[in-house]
């Protein structure tokens, strides 16, 4: 191994080095600061060596089955000034829940807390989430060297901070802030400012949530490591470097480093003498020094293209590798392709409806789309599936869902309670139990918020417009009457609309409101808002939409003989108006829906495109999930 020290600037941000080698002492911490760890739970987690590496095996299962106490202390030291880096290997041989938490270090369920998730999703939580997410899976049954690092602030005086993922020594996510986003960077520093209050980090584990409902971390975790800084790139293969042997390090740096950039080469190029920030050295041989030296440089006298190879020596103390490159050389002037047009032989005629459009919901092309519904999230059904990878085998079964209802929810969110029975999926006797099975319950005094489909900076994203209306429907129920007053507000919370309210019964059972009288907001300003709803009583709230007047076939469009019928014939029938005529101004002469891979669906049966679950009553309807990396609401469908 690399045990290198001489970088004094890292080691001496350490805070914790857990190296799991001790089967005696599980948790016990090497930076000779006393931060020993107490294996916890109905399953103590064990030393063990796996695939050649030693580690702390913990059992996953139900919160609280094996895990990993640390000090209540531990962060006593991080702030704004400092940041934060998490860092570790992990090894996973199974499938998971997408919330298994690597580490999870907090006060509770209500934060603040920041915490790392086995999909390698950091978050820092402070009533809002900073984080950093790759939106992909890592392969299964091999070591993955992780490292979550916050920069922070310095009070402020940095143009930009806040979290970025490396997944060996890569960077696989980028969350950090501009200061000209001053929202967020101030949302940001607010969550540093948590550290102030030791209380707010008394809560401090490897392997469980600080949420009852998830189930604990199933795996195994080596060399964890915990600073009070937010590491550079090269700080990070620093430290991953110092677990590996000289030989893991430059097949490391050939696979995942050593790049060509090109095939052709026309003029003089800059091969790399090093990589991994300096740890490993590479020297290049050239097959035809004579067209192309060691060095790169291009015999400027080559009359006709010539094929070379360039071989790349890696090398770290006595462990060598090499990668090799096949090129073509062409002489200056000399185009690398040529396309010969005979234009007076034509072989077939273009046909004439061969252009057209392929529409799919990617980037949010249908939900927060051409798909008019400006609320994210609308039913609380957001979801993943458990298993979404290789991993469900030739049968592609699903192992279920795992719902998280309050997505793209903000506000009183701890004044909002999830129920999965005596909902619309019971109302409407629906057996499906995945279908609509999740509904809210608000308390008295509550306001929560919807910014429409934002992305993960969660800026609000709701298009409103100066004068233009927007119509409200929800299903609610209560056990005595309250009423709920509807807003529009911009990013500040000051007011863009006027307000409306919904006189809500109390007889305890459920009704869509906003149907048979409209309840409707007009636009004060034309900017992107966010909704808000204000509770008077304890409300029970499914099926949240907020919809434009003035979209597609509300009136009788020119360039449709069926948009107005099919608007006034079908509820659902409510599409963005401009992103409509957009389409058509490119005159295809057909629309290829709902897609390719959508069509297709990954991994899971569950997962393909089925149209009878697009065309019944939106409340019917079942989401579905994409390759895309969200929620489907399927509002967007064949009817």
């Known amino acids: 191994m690399n045990n290198d020290n001489s970088n004094t600037s890292i080691n001496g941000n350490l805070i914790a080095h857990y190296k799991f080698d001790n089967p005696d002492h599980v948790g016990q911490d090497y930076s000779e600061n006393g931060n020993d760890g107490t294996a916890s739970g109905t399953k103590l987690p064990s030393i063990q060596t796996v695939a050649g590496r030693s580690a702390v095996s913990l059992a996953g299962g139900e919160h609280g089955t094996s895990y990993i106490s640390l000090p209540d202390d531990l962060l006593k030291e991080v702030s704004d000034q400092t940041g934060i880096t998490v860092s570790t290997w992990m090894h996973v041989s199974t499938a998971g829940s997408l919330w298994e938490r690597l580490f999870d270090f907090g006060k509770g369920e209500t934060g603040p807390y920041i915490f790392l998730t086995r999909n390698f999703r950091g978050s820092c939580f402070a009533g809002e989430d900073l984080v950093a997410d790759p939106g ?81 971390f199933g795996g195994s975790l080596s060399d964890f490591r915990v600073y009070k800084a937010g590491l550079t790139q090269d700080e990070v293969i620093e430290i991953m470097c110092e677990s590996l042997t000289d030989e893991e390090i430059v097949k490391l740096a050939k696979d995942k480093y050593l790049t060509f950039t090109s095939s052709i080469i026309t003029k003089d190029i800059e091969l790399p003498a090093s990589l991994m920030g300096g740890k490993v050295d590479v020297s290049w041989v050239s097959s035809d020094s004579a067209i192309i030296t060691n060095e790169g440089t291009l015999n400027k006298t080559v009359q006709s293209a010539q094929g070379v190879t360039l071989t790349a020596v890696l090398k770290k103390g006595d462990s060598t590798v090499e990668k090799s490159f096949t090129v073509s050389v062409l002489p200056e002037g000399l185009p690398p392709y040529t396309l010969t047009i005979d234009g007076n032989h034509e072989i077939l005629d273009v046909s004439e409806v061969l252009y057209g459009l392929f529409y799919e919901d990617i980037n949010n092309a249908a939900d927060g789309g051409i798909y008019a519904e ?46 999965n029975t005596g909902g619309l999926n019971d109302f409407f ?34 298009f409103i417009k100066k004068y233009a209306k927007y119509n409200f429907t ?17 990013k500040d919370g000051k007011a863009i609309s006027d ?6 019964n109390g007889d305890g059972k459920w009704k869509k409101y906003g149907v048979d009288s409209k309840l409707v907001l007009t636009g004060s300003e034309t900017v992107l808002g966010q909704l808000a709803l204000t509770f008077n009583g304890e409300i029970s709230i499914d099926m949240v939409s907020l919809m434009p007047e003035d979209v597609w076939g509300a009136g009788v469009e020119e360039r449709s003989a069926t948009a107005h019928a099919n608007y006034k014939g079908n509820s659902n029938y409510r599409l963005r108006k401009d992103l409509v005529n957009a389409l058509v101004d490119l005159h295809p002469t057909f629309l290829r829906f709902p ?42 469908g064949y009817s």
């Open 136 to 216: 992909k899976s890592f392969a299964a049954g091999e070591w993955v060297h992780v490292a979550f690092a916050v920069t922070g602030t310095k009070g402020g005086t940095l143009s930009s901070a806040g979290p970025m993922m490396y997944v060996n020594g890569e960077v696989v996510a980028d969350g950090m802030i501009s200061q000209t986003s001053s929202g967020t960077y101030a949302k940001l520093r607010a969550w540093f400012a948590t550290f102030e209050d030791q209380v707010n980090y008394s809560n401090n584990t490897i392997g469980k949530s600080q949420y009852a409902a998830d189930v604990d």
């Open 374 to 419: 400006l609320v994210q999230n609308r039913s609380f059904e957001s979801f993943a599936f458990d298993s979404y990878s290789h991993v469900c085998g030739v049968h592609g079964t699903s192992t279920g869902r795992n719902y998280t209802p309050l997505h793209a929810w903000s506000g009183d969110t701890d004044k909002m309670t999830v129920h």
């Open 429 to 462: 006797g629906i057996e499906d139990k995945d279908m609509n099975a999740h509904y809210v319950t608000v308390a008295d005094g509550a306001t929560i918020n919807n910014r429409g489909f934002a992305d993960s900076n969660q800026h609000c994203s709701m």
């Open 474 to 490: 929800i299903w609610a129920k209560a056990e005595a009457a309250g009423t709920i007053t509807l807003q529009l507000l911009d």
């Open 499 to 504: 307000a409306t309210v919904v006189e809500v």
């Open 595 to 636: 897609g390719g891979c959508i069509s297709e669906g990954s991994h899971i049966w569950e997962n393909v495109y089925d149209w009878k679950e697009s065309v019944n009553d939106i409340e019917l309807r079942k989401e579905n999930y994409n390759v895309w990396g969200y929620m489907m609401t399927m509002g967007l």
